[in-house]
Antibody, heavy 120, light 106 residues
Framework: EVQLVESGGGLVQPGRSLKLSCAAS????????MAWVRQAPKKGLEWVAT????????YYPDSVKGRFTISRDNAKSSLYLQMNSLKSEDTATYYC?????????????WGQGTLVTVSS | DIVLTQSPALAVSLGQRATISCRAS??????MHWYQQKSGQQPKLLIY???NLASGVPARFSGSGSGTDFTFTIDPVEADDIATYYC?????????FGSGTKLEIK
């Protein structure tokens, strides 16, 4: 059974940093592109970042480019999201998600999410 | 960015058909996918590539369309289908989602 378990969320002040983690199990992690997707309270879904199987390629929307960094450790089956210069509009539940095999398309599996609140 | 437009809500009677539409601001070919999100839960993939049923998803769910106009159908609707349904495109960067359609039971 595929499992994605996020951690690292919490309350953080504007301008500060936070690092999220995602522990994956139940599938061959190194064979899959991975991603982060967020959802602001009572709002829709927003793609945040994607990383290739080896970690050599990363993709971001303009809203987080230059502030967020996605990374992975295939030996540990773990995904990370380093978030810097956080803003109030970054407040959201952050989901770890797997793309389909070695491609950057739909989100096949999702974790339960971790809440990040940016507030003074 | 490609904008995906969905109706905000739909009310359907149990046992009837629910049809949810998603219109893209430009062609995404068949790179359209559908998700179900129940209250307080993470999203779940239902349809990928416009019409392919994800693993373990009941055949009551289906998708169709290509280019800019897509349809997601539940037939028949069951009580457990109460949720918000999102479309998502992967034709162009950035990946974008529709704003979601909330399915309610009449």
């Amino acid at each position: 059974e595929v499992q994605l378990v996020e951690s690292g969320g919490g309350l953080v002040q504007p301008g500060r940093s936070l690092k999220l983690s995602c522990a994956a199990s139940g599938f061959t992690f190194s064979n899959y592109y991975m991603a982060w997707v967020r959802q602001a309270p009572k709002k829709g879904l927003e793609w945040v970042a994607t990383i290739s199987t080896s970690g050599s390629r990363t993709y971001y929307p303009d809203s987080v480019k230059g502030r967020f960094t996605i990374s992975r450790d295939n030996a540990k089956s773990s995904l990370y999201l380093q978030m810097n210069s956080l803003k109030s509009e970054d407040t959201a539940t952050y989901y770890c998600a797997s793309h389909s095999s070695s491609s950057y398309n739909w989100f096949a599996y999702w974790g339960q999410g971790t809440l990040v609140t940016v507030s003074s | 960015d490609i904008v995906l437009t969905q109706s905000p809500a739909l009310a359907v009677s149990l046992g009837q058909r629910a049809t949810i539409s998603c219109r893209a601001s430009e062609s995404v070919r068949s790179s359209m996918h559908w998700y179900q999100q129940k209250s307080g839960q993470q999203p779940k993939l239902l349809i990928y590539g416009a019409s392919n049923l994800a693993s373990g998803v009941p055949a009551r769910f289906s998708g169709s369309g290509s280019g800019t106009d897509f349809t997601f159908t539940i037939d028949p609707v069951e009580a457990d289908d109460i949720a918000t349904y999102y479309c998502q495109q992967s034709r162009n960067d950035p990946l974008t989602f529709g704003s979601g359609t909330k399915l309610e039971i009449k």
